[in-house]
């Protein structure tokens, strides 16, 4: 009798993760758990709160599970890749103008980069996490495509858009298709201790205020300066350009208002403000392109795009510009997305099927100087 195909799991100390390690220990694999250690202790705020992932009390709670589960449980310290591939460019990010989804490079990089090729190095056929999305092969390409978690509230697609085909072969979900509700139920049903456990919020790394830990980060390089609006006024003064973002309405101090960001411009260091009018766009370029379900973009493709992971899809239409850049064309006009965030694509006729993503990219009236007139 041959051995077992074994899965590693990805446990990240939280319910969806152990029953994902449950549910495949019940179809008849070889479970063995893995804990990332990515953060120094007491990260982002000085404290080891509850609500947030990848601390100390977490790790705990996946070795209990894994314990109760009788699985094999290890933890890797992946601190210093984190540090430098998650943390610093989060930062970087920031202080140029842009606004980063670093879960997005997490997933690419650390949980289904690095921790795929150990999973693969400890002989392992797949590596599984808690996320709520869904793999599946297409039967005539064989390409692997990516689908939301079932459960609407919990789906997690839109951060999961930069895999490559490679990852995705060696990736499950096995909580996909399930609701939070069915996976707290089924986690009472094997007796794990963490099924009424409360979920993590907040980005692991930065707590509840991402503007105070960029200000402990980057000391000095968060300078105040300038609010002005696009003829050239000044209307106030910012306390950074890194604490400020596109769309921004709170926090502006101004009076007359109500005004939004409407640009950041880093290298004169101001703050650009306007009326909702001044925010709304028709259209937007975005980079780094990469597509999941299709293996080319045809032009004036119809889709349902994000631009953040809790707004509607709304439908829109891709256009290619050459070099992994694409134009992106709303079918009515919206509140400009803000550069750096991801924008995220599904079919328009299947629209829990995503087609890929990209890097929304900076404001060219800004970055790009305009060339000169003849």
């Known amino acids: 009798m041959g051995r077992k ?3 590693v799991v990805a446990m990240s100390g939280g319910v969806d993760s152990a029953v994902a390690a449950a549910l495949l220990q019940e179809q008849g694999y070889e479970v063995v758990g893995i804990s990332l250690k990515l953060l120094p202790k007491g990260a982002g705020d000085g404290s080891e709160r509850v609500d947030r992932c990848c601390s100390v009390k977490d790790a705990e709670d996946a070795r209990l599970v894994a314990a109760q589960l009788g699985i094999p449980y290890y933890v890797l310290n992946y601190e ?3 540090h430098r591939e998650i943390i610093q460019e989060f930062t970087e990010a920031y202080i140029g103008g842009l606004t980063p989804n670093p879960c997005v490079r997490c997933n690419e990089l650390v949980k289904f980069g690095s921790l795929l090729r150990q999973a693969v190095g400890l002989g392992a056929e797949r590596l599984a996490t808690g996320h709520y999305a869904r793999v599946e092969r297409e039967r005539a390409s064989g390409r692997y495509l990516l689908r939301r978690g079932i459960d609407d509230e919990r789906d997690q697609s839109y951060f999961l858009y930069s895999l490559t085909q490679e990852q995705l072969a060696g990736i499950c979900f096995p909580v996909g298709h399930m609701t939070k509700d069915q996976v707290r139920e089924r ?6 201790r963490i099924a009424a456990k409360a979920d993590s919020q907040d980005l692991c790394f930065v707590g509840h205020d991402y503007r105070t830990f960029l200000q402990e980060q980057c000391g000095d390089r968060v300078k105040p300066g300038p609010i002005t609006d696009r003829a050239g006024r000044i209307l106030g003064q910012h306390e950074g350009l890194a604490l400020y973002t596109v769309g921004q309405r709170n926090g502006l101090g101004l009076a007359g208002g109500p005004f939004y960001v409407i640009r950041l411009n880093p290298k004169s260091n101001e703050v650009v403000v306007g009326k909702m009018d001044e925010l709304l766009r028709l259209e937007f ?8 379900a299709w293996d080319r973009l045809i032009p ?6 994000k631009v953040r992971s809790r707004q509607p899809a709304v439908p829109a ?15 009515q006009v919206q509140p400009a997305p803000a550069p750096g965030q991801a924008a995220v694509f599904y079919d328009a006729s299947e629209p829990d099927l995503l087609v890929g993503g990209a890097t929304v990219a900076a404001d060219p009236e800004v970055q790009w100087p305009r060339p000169k007139k003849a």
């Open 5 to 7: 195909p074994r899965v």
């Open 80 to 82: 210093s890749q984190f």
């Open 187 to 192: 986690a009472a049903a094997y007796g794990l």
């Open 285 to 292: 370029v975005a980079e780094q392109l990469n597509l999941v």
């Open 300 to 305: 004036e493709r119809p889709v349902l795009v």
């Open 317 to 331: 239409t891709i256009v290619p510009l050459g070099d992994g850049r694409i134009l992106v064309r709303w079918r």
